[in-house]
């Protein structure tokens, strides 16, 4: 699936399924309250905290995919096309770290 084919897949399930969008701000609070779950389970999958029991069955995949399903929710809320959004977003990194990286002996 490509992102544009992703944002018209979400766009159709939020019309039939969802019934509209929520407004943007309520999602953007949503975005960092799925962003906040993945954090918890990177902190004690790949960090120093340990499981509570109510974390051992959560999915990190699954919750991934819904910070990515947020997210599109609010390109498509505000218009933006996330495949050019992306490009020209690595073309600007590819420009301004073209050297950096290369240069930084902590990632030596």
Partial sequence: MTIKEAQKIV???????????FNELTNTAILMEEVGEVARIMARK?????????DESID???EMADVLFVLICLANQTGI?????????LDKKSIRD???????????
Avoid: M
Avoid at 98 to 108: G, I, T, V, Y
């Fill in 60 to 62: 990190l995949a699954d």
């Fill in 81 to 89: 096309d996330l495949t050019s959004a992306l490009q020209k977003n």
């Fill in 98 to 108: 073209a050297e950096r990286h290369k240069n930084n002996e902590k990632l030596r």
């Fill in 46 to 54: 790949y960090g120093e905290q340990s499981f509570k029991k109510s």
């Fill in 11 to 21: 766009d159709q399930w939020i019309n039939e399924t969802g019934i509209r969008y």
